[in-house]
């Protein structure tokens, strides 16, 4: 018993065919919007991958990529396929390949849907990779004197002013940090001193941040230091003190920029199952 | 002696016909160029006009996008009326608009010309505006309470974050304004009541910049204040000052920005201006061309082409005549139909006696 079986006359049969070809060519479009999407979220995880602690997963890019190119090959295929079946001398040349062809077919497809379920899931792993990534950013930032390091500050800086954050989850983790380096503080004062001493690590904390997490709209001059001391500047209450400095966290602000990513090439890996 | 005189075959003529139906069609595509061109320009200096003094300088992209748009206008009428010629009988509905069309033509693409030097030209008026507006922004950069300048900060801090600059000149423009407004200082504090009262105009002036002038690129946290004075902080040596802040001035960062976007695109608009002139030379050919075989006659004959009838210095002097006699018109001196007494007519030659023999 056929399962959802159809009549053709030959009128039918041409049109179908001419359809599908079109169909065809526009899957191979989509196959290289596919493998540059790929390419530019690959670009896109290295430029940042400072930040991610050098250990993030390119698992995703790798596999958009691999699925754009077997897409175009495929569907290119395909497409001289139904060109071809309307000449029924060509026709039964191709005859034998349409079997392992459909098989193929049905492969790259459970690919794609493979790949649609990685980019939503990969989402989290991206997450911790940022968190960690970040903390230790953070933790770099003075170290602009060790090999290897010597970068984090500058990449750390220019992240906050682009993405419009600060800290890790908020501002207050530089407080927890040493970011000035001691190659930049004058041991021989007293106050710098007390300060080192005070703490258990013997390390010279303040309730002050960089300047890249000032925030450009603010109608006063960006107040750094001292944000937690109200008498420590004029007319400044820091409960309710907005615009002064980023409120975000740059682990917010980065993964919302990179899960907009992944989820518009979950949408349009849906998109080209559909069209499969 | 005519100028550039070519001889056609028709199907030279004919071919010359096609190619320049072609070369229109292209000309409306660089048109359009042209068009985009101008809009790019009008939206690049519309993004940091608040830092520009006066709107001058946005004669240049609306030249460009006028002249863009005049140009696909133009061509397409061409490719229209370069179709027909191939065929002296259409011609013929188009002979008396080809001149003018030439005519419009040309002066045209002497605009395009004018447009792609004004490119060139503009980098003293643009250094002049950025100057002063500059100056002024850096001025109001504290009134984020007045209507109409409260952005100016924002667009100042974001100016020099983006373009990697201090100040108008230098970053010691900052030291010679208030750029912190009074709301925010403490007029009870004797430290601040000194310094406001040390300047003569009242202003509280410091060696310190805003943190938008802070370097990237700075291995150590960024100094803003007590810039004068290097011993106030802990192993400031040459180096960290060199690094510490952004070195170019505002004005130097937008004008190399600007220049940069205006040479390119004088130098697209010059190559187009070439490529017009070149449709033009064409179309001229056939025009003339097919002039002379209406001339001549014969559909299927050879005929001449050339850009210019006489030599250039000829149809100078005979275009002069026209223009000059245009203002002649009620002038009646070579009308031959009108009796002017001449000074030789006016000796009174006796009229012959004539014998009227009356007949009595």
Not at chain 1, 134 to 157: E, H, S, V, W
Not at chain 2, 56 to 62: D, K, M, R, T
């Amino acid at each position: 018993m056929p399962f959802l079986s159809q009549k053709f006359n030959l009128q039918k049969r041409v049109k179908l065919a001419q359809g599908l070809w079109m169909l065809y060519w526009l899957a191979v479009i989509v196959g290289i919007i596919l493998f540059s999407l790929g390419i530019f979220f690959k670009i896109e995880l290295r430029k940042r991958s400072e930040i991610m602690d050098n250990n993030e997963s390119h698992l995703v890019p790798n596999l958009l990529i691999l699925v754009g190119m077997l897409s175009c090959g495929l569907n290119a295929f395909g497409g001289k396929l139904c060109h071809d079946s309307l000449d029924p001398q060509k026709f039964s040349k191709m005859k034998p390949m349409l079997r392992p062809y459909m098989l193929l077919c049905c492969g790259f497809n459970a690919l794609l849907l493979l790949l649609v379920l990685l980019s939503f899931l990969m989402q989290f792993a991206v997450y911790l990779t940022l968190a960690e990534g970040l903390k230790n950013a953070i933790r770099f930032y003075k170290d602009t004197d060790t090999p290897g390091r010597c970068f984090m500050k500058r990449t750390l800086d220019m992240t906050q002013i682009e993405f419009r954050c600060c800290g890790n989850n908020n501002f207050r983790d530089w407080f927890e940090v040493q970011w000035i380096s001691n190659r930049y503080l004058d041991m021989s004062n007293d106050v710098v001193k007390d300060r080192v001493l005070s703490n258990v690590e013997g390390k010279y904390l303040m309730d002050s941040v960089p300047f890249s997490c000032c925030n450009p709209g603010s109608p006063r001059p960006c107040i750094q230091h001292h944000l937690t001391n109200n008498s420590a500047h004029y007319d400044y209450d820091h409960r309710t003190e907005e615009l002064n400095i980023w409120n975000r966290g740059c682990r917010q602000a980065v993964f919302s920029y990179y899960s907009g990513i992944m989820n518009s090439i979950g949408a349009l890996l849906i998109f080209t199952i559909i069209l499969e | 002696m005519a100028v550039g005189k070519i001889t056609f075959t028709k199907t030279e003529r004919e071919k010359l016909a096609e190619v320049l139906w072609l070369l229109n069609w292209i000309s409306v595509v660089t048109g359009a160029i042209l068009f985009g061109l101008g809009l790019f320009l009008k939206i690049e200096i519309q993004k940091w006009q608040e830092v520009m003094s006066e709107q001058g300088i946005l004669y240049v992209p609306h030249m460009l996008i006028t002249t863009g748009l005049a140009a696909c206008g133009i061509n397409y009428l061409g490719s229209k009326i370069c179709l027909d010629c191939a065929d002296t009988n259409k011609f013929l509905r188009w002979k008396l608009v080809m001149m003018p069309y030439i005519v419009c033509t040309f002066f045209f693409t002497a605009c395009v010309l004018v447009g792609a030097l004004m490119c060139y030209s503009i980098r003293s008026q643009l250094e002049e505006a950025l100057y002063l507006g500059l100056r002024n922004t850096m001025r109001f950069y504290k009134d984020t309470d007045t209507p109409g300048r409260c952005y100016l900060k924002k667009t100042l801090d974001l100016l020099q974050i983006q373009f990697q600059c201090c100040g108008n000149t230098d970053y010691r423009d900052w030291f010679q304004i208030q750029w912190i407004s009074s709301r925010y200082l403490d007029m009870t504090n004797s430290a601040v009541v000194d310094r406001v009262r040390s300047n003569v105009e009242g202003k509280y002036l410091m060696d310190s910049v805003p943190f938008s002038c802070c370097s990237t690129l700075s291995s150590r946290p960024c100094i803003q204040h007590n810039l004068s004075n290097p011993g106030a902080h802990a192993h400031y040596d040459e180096r960290s000052q060199q690094l510490n802040l952004w070195r170019r001035g505002c004005q130097q960062a937008l004008l190399d920005h600007y220049t940069g976007i205006m040479q390119s695109i004088g130098l697209t608009v010059l190559l187009i201006w070439l490529f017009e002139l070149l449709v033009l030379t064409g179309v001229r050919y056939l025009q003339t061309a097919m002039e002379n075989v209406i001339r001549l006659g014969d559909p299927e004959s050879e005929s001449e082409g050339w850009i210019l009838e006489n030599s250039l210095a000829e149809t100078a002097c005979y275009n002069f005549s026209i223009i000059k006699s245009l203002g002649k018109c009620y002038q009646v001196d070579d009308d031959p139909n009108i009796n002017v007494p001449t000074a030789a007519a006016n000796q009174e030659v006796p009229s012959a006696q004539v014998q009227v023999n009356v007949t009595s």
